[in-house]
């Protein structure tokens, strides 16, 4: 399970994000101050951190600091209410991989979470995907099947990544919708069975019959390795 730990001294916000990304199947940890929140990413392999600036002790730039000083190269993703342009320069000088101001959409920033932890993944080395005779380089966007080059579009290289990261959870349309085209995108539900048709095309060895992106009827679609 992926970890995530929140650092947030209002205890409300804090609750509400960690209770959203606990529904996106997440484990989360919260920490209410800046000492107690490097203690915790010490002992606790966290693979992201929801970062605030304004902490009781010292102040989030400082955990930051010591988070990189120590080595650790998880995303961090910075929550605050200060969004003046020197704070976020002072961020992104330190590391910060995402800067996100106050108020906030609670569905952006999961979508801004999974985002991260799909390029943390692939920069790890754990992006590289095979299955059947397919392999999947998303650092690179390449894909081959049997050893040829199989093209596909961006969106559908986007859907199977969707699918993939799942490790074989059940994907709903409209969380594909949203995850892959965007909450603004005016796209319908069968956008995403025609593109899931493309990959059963180019992908399975019996696109009828699917071995690896797998309808799970009336809900949505899983992948299978």
Not at 138 to 163: D, I, N, Q, Y
Request: aromatic letters at 6%; proline letters at 4%.
């Amino acid at each position: 399970m992926t970890h995530i730990l929140i650092v947030e001294d209002n205890a409300d916000l804090a609750s509400s994000l960690a209770h959203n990304l606990r529904l996106e199947g997440y484990d989360t940890r919260i920490a209410d101050e800046g000492h107690a929140a490097i203690a915790i990413a010490r002992e606790w392999p966290a693979d992201l951190v929801i970062l605030d600036l304004m902490l009781p002790g010292i102040d989030g730039f400082d955990v930051l600091h010591a988070l990189r000083s120590n080595g650790s190269r998880m995303p961090v993703l910075i929550l605050s209410a200060r969004s003046e342009e020197g704070d976020k320069i002072r961020g992104f000088r330190l590391d910060a991989d995402q800067y996100v101001t106050k108020p906030f959409g609670v569905l952006e920033l999961i979508e801004r979470v999974r985002a991260l932890l799909r390029r943390a993944g692939a920069r790890n080395g754990q992006g590289v995907i095979r299955f059947g005779s397919v392999i999947v380089d998303p650092v690179t966007h390449t894909v081959t099947r049997e050893g040829e080059s199989c093209a596909l579009t961006p969106k559908a290289f986007a859907l199977l990544l969707a699918l993939v990261h799942r490790q074989g959870a059940v994907a709903s349309r409209a969380e594909l919708l949203r995850e892959v085209w965007g909450y603004g995108a005016f796209v319908l539900t069968r956008t995403v069975d025609s593109h899931v048709a493309e990959l059963r095309r180019k992908l399975e060895d019996d696109p009828a019959r699917p071995r690896h992106i797998v309808t799970v009827w009336t809900i949505g679609y899983r992948f299978v390795a």
